[in-house]
C-alpha cells in the first residue's frame, strides 16, 4: 500500500474519529479534549514516521540559557519526568527505543527529540485554535479541558525534549571528540 495512501486514510481516521466526538460530546468536553489530542498524535506521529522530516532549523538548537536546564526545573520538568516514569511510559519509550552506547544510536536519539518535539508543537497549535473558538463561542471556562490538556500533554512534552536535547548534543559532542582522539 502506497504510503501516501496510508497517511491520507489515517488523516481521514483522526478528522472524522474528531468530528464523531465533537458532536457527541460538545468541544468542550473533557472526552473531547482528550480524544483531540490523542488523535492528533497519532496522526502527527505517522506523519514524522512516514516523512522523516530533517528537522535541521535553528528553533531545535539549544539557546544558552537552556544549556543548564534551570528555566526547565523552575517550571516543574523534573516532576513531569518523574510522571512518567511512574506511569510507565518511560519504560514504554526505552523498550521500542533502546538506549545503546554508539554515536549513531546518540545521533538518532537526539534526532527522536526534534521529531517528538515538532510533533507536539504542531498539536498545541491545533489544539491552541480549537481552544480560542471554544472561548470565542462558549467562554473561557468551558475551554479549560483543552488548556489543561494542552499544557499538560503538549507544553510539558515539549519542555522536556528541550530539556534532553542539550544534554545528547553535549554526549555527541563528547563520544565525537573521544573518537578523533583514539583515532589519532
Not at 481521514?12 to 465533537?22: D, G, K, W
Not at 485554535?129 to 510539558?156: C, K
Request: aromatic share 20%.
Amino acid at each position: 500500500m502506497n504510503k501516501y495512501f496510508k497517511f491520507s486514510f489515517i488523516i481521514l481516521f483522526v478528522v472524522c474519529t474528531i468530528l464523531t466526538v465533537a458532536l457527541w460530546q460538545g468541544l468542550y468536553s473533557f472526552i473531547f479534549a482528550w480524544v483531540l489530542n490523542f488523535m492528533l498524535m497519532m496522526g502527527v506521529a505517522y506523519f514524522t514516521q512516514i516523512l522523516k522530516p530533517k528537522l535541521s532549523f535553528t528553533y531545535f538548537t539549544a539557546k544558552e540559557w537552556e544549556n543548564e536546564g534551570k528555566t526547565y526545573k523552575w517550571f516543574g520538568i523534573h516532576g513531569f519526568r518523574k510522571m512518567l516514569v511512574w506511569i510507565g511510559w518511560e519504560k514504554l519509550n526505552k523498550a521500542s527505543n533502546p538506549i545503546k552506547k554508539n554515536l549513531d544510536a546518540l545521533k538518532h536519539l537526539e534526532y527522536n527529540t526534534r521529531q517528538s518535539e515538532f510533533g507536539h508543537l504542531i498539536i498545541f497549535f491545533i489544539v491552541l485554535a480549537f481552544t480560542i473558538v471554544v472561548i470565542i463561542y462558549y467562554g473561557f471556562q468551558q475551554s479549560l479541558w483543552l488548556i489543561i490538556l494542552n499544557i499538560l500533554l503538549n507544553v510539558y512534552p515539549i519542555g522536556v525534549q528541550r530539556y534532553n536535547r542539550p544534554r545528547l548534543q553535549k554526549a555527541i559532542n563528547k563520544f565525537k571528540n573521544f573518537s578523533v582522539i583514539t583515532n589519532n
